[in-house]
DNA sequence: AACCCGGGGTT
DNA sequence: AACCCAGGGTT
């Protein structure tokens, strides 16, 4: 430490510099932990025996394993694969039938970035292109993402730097801080950058990104370390502090109440927009209350609003509760006891509809429905853009949010016990 | 930089 | 109940 001069300037706290990554302790690292990993890495269903591993199949992979653990992802993977086996067969998909295949899993952006993302890289490079930066001009491609897919599916030396990764050498290397903020991001990425090998880029990003998952996590298992010896935080007693931990405020409660639409043993279902919360996702006809909103109310407005129905709303038939990361998401659905088109809106050209808003909108329609459906009189059977009579146990093949196949079933349990 | 976006497991 | 997870997009 060296002391301040009387006269100089204070200076500003420095900017902590990438860590020093000496040539003998890269190679050192990279030795023990390759070595790890070829002994003890987990047999996943889209990792090769060996060499590098079909492209498509790594990304996939890792489209879903963004904030999703292994154990949650696998299943969804097996479906999705044997619904879209290639690319191409993915590029040719449409919409409705890729979240179908994604519902349940989260984070529906993901699944219509991957279609997309799919039909961009076959339009115009005939295939996943290889490097990170074609990669990263793809929708859903992250740095991450595109370091990952470049190094483990075309041996492109380039880092893939996940939450795990990051807290591996972070401690490897002792650096403090939040990892959120730009500075220890920079270094976390730089040590990273440095210490990919030439040889085997998409093992040694795997590797950190197991010994993380297995080994490394918050609470470190020292005790099965490969590179123990080679830990600064360790050395420094300070790996269980590294990093800090992030702190969120409690999540909002969120309550949507909707309308169970009955007919034929089959219940109405309204698309959501596709952006958003749940976006793209299919939902029971409703609206979001907000503060002490009189629920049967709001259902009978929207509608009136949303389906041009003029309906008179019941009693309570079923409620569920789902814990989202951000939101506390509370679904009541309604009986509906009658139901008639509201005079006059048979065919509505451009009736403006109130805008919702943002991020708090219940409905996916741009419009009023066509014809009404009815519930006893059937006028028009046929279909209405926008929704769907679904039966409760024909959910398969739906893209339907967890928190909506919950209410759907709860209701089918109700109507069950009638 | 801050906020949004699901669902589920671990501690 | 807090925290996290093979992150990315938007503002």
């Not at 993915?90 to 890729?98: I, N, R, S, T």
């Not at 085997?200 to 590797?207: C, H, I, L």
């Not at 196949?405 to 109700?414: I, P």
């Amino acid at each position: 430490m060296r002391s301040r001069r009387p006269g100089a300037a204070p200076r500003a706290p420095p900017i902590p510099p990438v860590p020093p990554v000496p040539p003998a302790r890269a190679a050192a690292l990279r030795r023990r932990l390759l070595a790890w990993y070829d002994a003890s890495r987990r047999d996943l269903p889209w990792r090769a025996p060996q060499g590098a591993a079909d492209p498509y199949r790594a990304w996939l992979a890792e489209v879903m394993l963004q904030q999703t653990r292994v154990e949650a992802a696998i299943p969804y993977y097996r479906r999705f694969l044997e619904a879209f086996p290639t690319l191409e067969a993915l590029a040719a998909a449409g919409e409705e039938e890729v979240l179908s295949r994604w519902a349940g899993l989260g984070y529906y952006a993901r699944g219509r970035n991957l279609l997309a993302a799919a039909r961009e890289a076959v339009a115009r490079h005939g295939g996943l292109p290889a490097t990170p930066e074609a990669l990263r001009a793809l929708p859903g491609f992250g740095p991450y993402t595109a370091g990952a897919v470049a190094s483990i599916a075309f041996g492109v030396r380039a880092p893939a730097v996940d939450g795990n990764a990051a807290r591996v050498l972070a401690r490897l290397f002792r650096i403090e801080g939040r990892p959120e903020e730009r500075a220890v991001r920079e270094r976390i990425l730089g040590v990273a950058a440095r210490l990919v090998p030439a040889g085997r880029p998409g093992d040694w990003n795997q590797a950190l990104m197991e010994l993380g998952a297995t080994v490394c996590g918050r609470a470190p298992a020292c005790g099965r370390c490969p590179v123990e010896p080679l830990c600064e935080a360790r050395r420094a007693g300070r790996e269980r502090g590294i990093p800090p931990p992030r702190r969120h405020p409690a999540p909002a409660l969120l309550r949507v109440a909707c309308a169970a639409l009955w007919r034929d043993g089959r219940l109405l279902l309204v698309r959501r927009a596709s952006r958003g919360l749940l976006g793209g996702l299919w939902e029971l006809p409703g609206v979001t209350l907000h503060g002490a909103d009189p629920a049967r109310a709001a259902v009978r407005r929207a509608l009136r609003r949303d389906l041009g129905l003029e309906a008179s709303v019941g009693r309570e038939l079923a409620a569920v509760e789902r814990q989202l990361t951000h939101r506390r998401l509370q679904l009541i659905a309604y009986e509906i006891r009658s139901v008639r088109p509201v005079p006059g809106t048979g065919k509505p050209p451009g009736k403006s509809v109130p805008k919702p808003v943002p991020g708090t909108e219940h409905r996916g329609r741009a419009g009023p429905a066509g014809p009404a459906p009815g519930m006893r009189s059937r006028p028009v059977p046929g279909p209405v853009p926008g929704t769907r009579w679904i039966s409760p146990d024909a959910l398969e093949g739906v893209a339907i949010s967890t928190a909506v196949r919950r209410l759907v079933e709860a209701l089918a349990a109700a109507r069950a016990k009638e």
